[in-house]
């Protein structure tokens, strides 16, 4: 019964780490971001925090995903790095 247990935690897992999309950036702004992230149909936010760079990540079996930026939406690529000035994202 553990081990079943075990490999069952394992699976759920192994299954969110290969359902991630993982986006580096570089937040210039003192001003954190939530942006809404469509993929696959569904629509999803995406936190980035301010004046750092980091990794975020959204669930997501998608290769690309568009992220709505102010400046309109943007088409991003899993492992892409990016950098966000003025609520706006460029691809590095």
Do not use: P
């Not at 192994?14 to 993929?39: P, R």
Request: with cysteine; net charge positive; hydrophobic share 35%.
């Amino acid at each position: 019964m553990k081990k079943t247990f075990a490999l069952a935690v394992g699976f759920i897992f192994f299954a969110n780490i290969v359902g991630a999309f993982t986006v580096k950036y570089y937040n210039k702004d003192s001003k954190n971001y939530k942006m809404e992230v469509k993929s696959n149909g569904s629509t999803q936010k995406i936190e980035f925090r301010s004046s750092t760079s980091g990794s975020t990540s959204v669930q997501t079996s998608a290769d690309k995903v568009k992220i709505k930026t102010e400046c309109g939406w943007v088409e991003v690529e899993d492992g892409d790095k990016i950098t966000i000035k003025d609520g706006c994202i460029t691809i590095n």
